[in-house]
């Protein structure tokens, strides 16, 4: 694919898309090497304070990728969505909320600001798209925060091959908003959710952006996706007790896995390949999600 190519991932204007309805969330193990506790995630933002945050100057980071600022063009607003939800100030205040809560890699702000978060939520919680917080989609699940969303791909990202990801797969599809974020941090992403009806969910709300980078897997997570194997990054949006040894075996060697563990007080887990048979651990933050489940729920 061609730089001129990824510039039309997102080739729709948002006045072409259509609204989307409700949508989900992984795991983590300790393993021989813990490295130190970094900044716990800040406080959610209410709309109010989002509002006023709106004439944010964005961070020189977030204009240093101009085919990503393309990716996603903005237009009028999707039929029943009020003007300000799609407006470029929004989605870049949100951005540079991001930036200043920690987030530096330069393509992954872009992506979060190229992506619309609005279209993979509700309509009747569309007021509060762009706030940091995580919102319900449906069957017990969430939307994850935007601070999360970006922190967890800035650390896949920031591995020993200058932060190139070929392979990435996605435990916990949800209702799709990662994966597109994703897209345009990786050459290809592979997603697994449990849930059927949020898999169906995860497929309405992409189709219309055409993103051909994604490949979206109805499944048990907790598996992973042998047959795509190896990746050289894995997220998972659920958390569970430990990271599952089926999901450790499918890294690459020099590949990074991300993701939150715990029951109550869960924290967010960074794990690296560093040998056939080796793994090194590290946790950076305290953090909030979904339990990680196994099966699959029609």
Not at 22 to 35: C, D, E, I, M, Y
Not at 45 to 51: E, G, M, R, T, V
Not at 117 to 128: G, T
């Amino acid at each position: 694919m061609t730089d001129k190519d990824k510039g039309k991932r997102f080739p729709l204007s948002l006045s072409s898309l259509s609204e989307k309805p409700p949508r989900s969330g992984l795991a983590g193990q300790p393993q021989r090497h813990v490295s130190r506790v970094v900044t716990p995630q800040t406080a959610t933002s209410n709309a109010a304070q989002h509002a006023k945050r709106a004439g944010i100057v964005p961070s020189p980071a977030m204009k240093s990728n101009a085919s990503m600022k393309q990716a996603m063009p903005v237009s009028s607003p999707s039929p029943g969505r009020t003007a300000p939800l799609v407006s470029d100030a929004i989605r870049k205040a949100m951005t540079a909320r991001v930036a200043q809560q920690g987030v530096k890699d330069a393509k992954v702000l872009a992506a979060m600001d190229a992506v619309p978060r609005h279209l993979f939520i509700e309509p009747a919680l569309a007021s509060q798209a762009y706030i940091d917080a995580s919102l319900p989609i449906g069957y017990h699940q969430t939307i994850s925060q935007p601070y999360i969303v970006a922190r967890m791909i800035e650390v896949m990202r920031a591995n020993a091959n200058g932060g190139v990801l070929n392979h990435v797969l996605e435990i916990g599809t949800g209702c799709g908003y990662q994966a597109a974020v994703l897209s345009l941090v990786a050459k290809e992403v592979y997603s697994i959710e449990r849930i059927k009806g949020l898999h169906e969910l995860a497929k309405a709300n992409l189709r219309p952006m055409r993103v051909a980078n994604i490949r979206l897997h109805y499944g048990d997570g907790m598996l992973g996706l042998p047959q795509a194997a190896p990746f050289d990054g894995i997220i998972l949006a659920a958390a569970g007790l430990e990271v599952p040894q089926a999901l450790l075996e499918q890294m690459t060697i020099g590949g990074r896995l991300v993701a939150p563990v715990g029951d109550r007080r869960q924290v967010l887990q960074l794990i690296e390949r560093v040998g056939k048979f080796d793994w090194k651990t590290s946790t950076l933050e305290d953090c909030h999600f979904v339990p990680l489940r196994p099966g699959m729920m029609g």
